[in-house]
């Protein structure tokens, strides 16, 4: 019998990508062609800066979606994070598996598309960077400290936390996850692997990019608060997702 080809939500958060947006888009489109994966729809959520302003980026999101009408697109008119915009593209998703893909076009769509070929081998896939000197220093060093940190604190030995991932819908919608900061892929990575999820970890090519701004100082303490209460409610509250049927 011929295996059934899964069908994908690919979540694209883009805050101030003007000048990325389309070609993170167009290579997303490149990768689940090259996977094979004809069944998707692709999501793209925007919002504003603190200010009220942006720099055009939900323009090319609303082109695109005149353009694919596989595509769908959720503006927030109000600054909104990384987890928000997540748990938006969750909610709205109508596909078995979700994914994420970043609008700042950093990814490879032949590296994209080697993690897609992956679903449905485990329970959850993960991907790490494999060239991580196409990034600056800075970035690597707040990368590491984290992964390290967050290994530590729970007992586990991944590669990244901040991945392109993989999940059923299903099982994904169970997840508690509330943060809004750039901790929020490691919440939910965690709280699936304390729950007895299997998981695979793929290695993912990048191309060279700016410092993103999800790495200020204040946002490094909002990622450790979440860090923290994640510890304790795993550790304390014992705080588990009943898995039970996921697919």
């Not at 909104?80 to 994914?99: E, H, M, N, Y």
């Not at 081998?121 to 967050?150: G, H, L, P």
């Not at 530590?152 to 997840?175: D, E």
């Not at 790495?215 to 860090?227: C, D, M, R």
């Amino acid at each position: 019998m011929e295996k059934m080809k899964p069908t994908l939500t690919v979540i694209m958060p883009a805050y101030n990508e003007l000048k990325n947006l389309r070609g993170a888009f167009i290579s997303a489109t490149g990768a689940l062609k090259i996977a094979g994966i004809s069944d998707y729809e692709i999501i793209i959520i925007t919002n504003t800066k603190r200010d009220g302003s942006h720099d055009g980026t939900p323009y090319v999101a609303e082109q695109i979606v005149k353009e694919d009408s596989r595509v769908r697109h959720i503006h927030n008119n109000s600054y909104v994070g990384l987890g928000f915009k997540f748990r938006q593209g969750i909610g709205d998703a109508r596909k078995s598996f979700i994914t994420w893909v970043p609008g700042d076009n950093e990814n490879i769509e032949e590296s994209v598309a080697g993690i897609f070929r992956h679903i449905g081998e485990a329970d959850m896939i993960t991907s790490y960077t494999s060239n991580t000197q196409v990034r600056k220093w800075k970035r690597r060093f707040v990368s590491r400290c984290f992964t390290e940190f967050c290994n530590l604190l729970f007992g586990l030995r991944l590669k990244y936390y901040n991945g392109i991932c993989i999940y059923p819908t299903k099982l994904l919608q169970k997840v508690p996850t509330k943060s809004d900061n750039f901790a929020y892929m490691a919440e939910i990575i965690i709280y699936l692997v304390k729950s007895g999820v299997r998981y695979k970890e793929v290695p993912m090519e990048i191309k060279p990019t700016a410092i993103s701004s999800s790495f200020k100082l204040k946002s490094v303490f909002e990622a450790l608060g979440t860090i923290a209460l994640l510890f304790w409610n795993i550790h304390f509250k014992r705080t588990r997702i009943k898995i039970g049927s996921i697919n």
